[in-house]
């Protein structure tokens, strides 16, 4: 099985490539999108998905999903997710892509810092 790999479409045209992404996160992003999975087995993402009363509550508290560090070190990314309850806002330093996976099940907007997006541009266009 090729190792996963997330493909953002920013709002400029530009591509942001998240790898190594759990599968299960791949199918779910794959369904919302339309596409048909060879797989009858539910997964958790379904059974979040299927709760339209928990995803009226995450989705009251969540704001957005910014994607802004790259760890060098370790070769990863971080996103945080920004929470507001109406008085406190806190951000959450998560796994990008389960940041998305969360911003896609509640419909809330998706950032990527731009210096992310020219370094890998960067990167890939001189290897």
């Not at 759990?22 to 009858?40: M, R």
């Not at 509550?57 to 994607?67: Q, W």
């Not at 370790?74 to 997710?81: D, E, P, T």
């Amino acid at each position: 099985m090729p190792i996963p790999r997330l493909a953002c479409e920013l709002e400029d045209g530009r591509v942001f490539y998240l790898e190594r992404v759990p599968y299960d996160i791949v199918l779910f992003i794959k369904k919302q999108n339309g596409e048909a999975i060879d797989d009858d087995r539910e997964r958790f993402s379904d059974l979040l998905a299927s709760m339209p009363e928990v995803l009226e509550a995450l989705g009251r508290h969540v704001k957005r999903v910014l994607i802004e560090e790259f760890d060098e070190a370790r070769g990863v990314y971080s996103a945080y997710v920004e929470f507001n309850d109406g008085n406190v806002t806190l951000r959450r330093k998560m796994v990008p892509s389960h940041a998305i996976f969360l911003a896609l099940l509640v419909g809330k907007p998706i950032y990527v810092r731009r210096e992310l997006v020219d370094a890998q541009e960067s990167f890939y266009h001189d290897h």
